[in-house]
Every structure is written in C-alpha cells, then in structure tokens.
C-alpha cells in the first residue's frame, strides 16, 4: 500500500482549505450512508499517532492512521483534485 498526493491536490489544499506548510492532513474513513459502499474517506488537520501509510509532498504530510487503513483493502490510495474537488482513488 502506497499514497500518492499529485500536485494538483496540494494546490487545492492549500487554496481551498488553508493549508500551509508543515500541516498534517489525516485521512480517515467516515461512515458516507447507504449505497454501493456505505464508507468514505474524511480529511481532517491532525497530528501522526500510529500511521500506517505517510507521504510528504510540497511540505504537506498526508497520512491513514493504523485504524482506518482497513478501508484501503491492501490497496494504494491516489489523492487528487478535480473540477475543484478533492478525490480519492483507491488501486
């Protein structure tokens, strides 16, 4: 399992959300409702406890806790922005 932040991700987290560098961004998994997978991916500014998968880019670090990274699957995970929105995409 790897994550991978592109560069368009990072301007749109540092336009639209505020971030600076230095941050840490967690990504977790949220419960989302019903549907095709009742689960989704969250964001949050938190600091590293117990990281399963950390990536810095363009002094941002992006993580998943130990705890949520059962969401993944064994799967890597590709942070993105797209028509001005953040997407996950898991690989």
């Not at 998943?64 to 929105?85: A, F, P």
Request: hydrophobic share 35%.
């Amino acid at each position: 399992m790897k994550l991978t932040v592109t560069d368009a991700a990072v301007d749109c987290f540092r336009k639209d959300w505020g971030y600076r560098d230095g941050d840490n961004i967690r990504i977790y998994v949220r419960y989302s409702g019903g549907g095709g997978d009742a689960f989704a991916f969250g964001i949050t500014k938190d600091d590293p406890q117990y990281p399963a998968i950390l990536n810095e880019h363009n002094h941002l670090t992006f993580f998943v806790e130990e705890n949520d990274v059962w969401h993944l699957d064994g799967r890597d995970l590709s942070i993105d922005c797209r028509n001005d929105e953040i997407t996950f995409i898991r690989g």
